[in-house]
């Protein structure tokens, strides 16, 4: 595994452990009443998804979207299905895309992830517009895609911190 | 293509195809999307769930209430005293309006009884402290922290000390869901506290009520009272629910009416579950069919008190 694919550092294997605790940590984050400023707290749970199912497409997917979705529609009182198939739609774009994002510096990933959250997001708008006869919802609505958006770099760096660490403590220690 | 005597090297395997998994899941996530919204079959599920989630939920909100509890700790003396004031403004002109109201209860016990009236609704209510509002942009919702264990039913009225706020749509065993009187498809049947006009009162879904099947011609004026009409059989009558905003009058035989809530409905934080004592008398039986009985809560050993 490397930073990105034209990267020359290898980085270390992703421990199972830390993966579902990032994800554990995104869902509690996403169960946080942020009240006024929730038109601008991004959806940590499709963010942290979104990411492991393009570095690790072999072992995050659509199983691991469904069962947070599920959690998330409880924890914000929507439908059930809601979020889950939300994040069904995300975790496949992502796997299909994670061959070539890897390709990209973190900046460009980002641009590559922006429309992977909007059409999540334009899914669960469109699970409204069928349910309540038409409901539209307004621009605002997608304010949370574009931060997150904004959100990947930091976030790539934060996720990727335990793989940065050399296999050897000693290796480039200053004495 | 793989053909029958052919079998993939292990390496090489990765279970069903992704379009088929996607394909899969999508079916599951309609099937239960029907389920939930059209048949409501889902509650089981959806309480076994919110119970398993509930320590985490109170994690989650706890640094929230700590950046409150700070604030408030902090805020100025001033404000404090002026809170202080306004307390004790306020209940002076309850204890005076408590002095006359046992009275007055009496009297009206007098006078209904000459009139051969029946009593007035009995409600027994519920304490609850809004948790935190669901932040889903599609509806305005809270979730208080009373439950099916306190006697929560679906279906009851919520106020605060100012109105209506909401009612009851989904019970946990530990918490409950209230819909606001804001959210879309919210409805409340009530009257002009000023002459008894009826109507239907629903959400906008953006802070604002809107008062429906109200002719263009009807007495209502700007500034006039609603209070709930109670015909519905769940809510208690006379709840004070919005003030008439404005009025447009030349969009058809219905007037455009809006109002504004009068109870904090976005803001409210300690709040009342209320409900009938009483079941009310069954609806007329139709002609033909089965007849529909009211699905009401059993009424409950709570304190009950005299409305």
Known sequence: MQFTNRSNRILQPARPVFVYLSLFFALLLDYVPFGAWSDYVPDFVALVLAFWCIREPLYIGMGFGFLLGLLVDIGQGAAMGQHALAYVVLAFLANALARRVMWFPALLQAVHVLPILLISQVTMAAVHWVAENGQVPELSYFLPSIVGAIAWVPLTYILLFPQFQPVDRDENRPI | MPSADFQTHPVFRRGVAPHIRLLVYIAICVVMLVADLRFRYLEGLRSWLSVATYPMRMVAAEPVNLVGNTTEYFSNLATVQFENADLRRRQLSDAEKLLTLEHLEREN??????????????????????????????????????????????????????????????????????????????????????????????????????LRFVLANADIKEGDRLVTSGLDGVFVPGLPVAEVETIERDAGAFANITCRPLGGVESSTRVLVLSRAELPPPPPKPETGEPKLPTLPPALPRATQEN
């Open chain 2, 109 to 210: 016990a007098k006078l209904r009884e000459l009139l051969r009236m029946s009593k007035r609704v009995r409600t027994y209510s519920v304490p609850a402290e809004v948790l935190y509002s669901a932040p889903d942009q599609f509806s305005r919702k809270v979730i208080l922290d009373q439950g099916k264990q306190e006697g929560v039913e679906p279906g009851l009225a919520v106020v605060d000390a100012d109105g209506l706020i909401g009612q009851i749509t989904r019970v946990y065993p530990i918490q409950s869901e209230v819909t606001l009187i804001t959210d879309r498809n919210q409805a409340v049947p009530v009257q002009v506290a000023r002459n008894g006009q009826r109507g239907v009162m629903f959400g906008t879904g953006h802070g604002r009520l809107e």
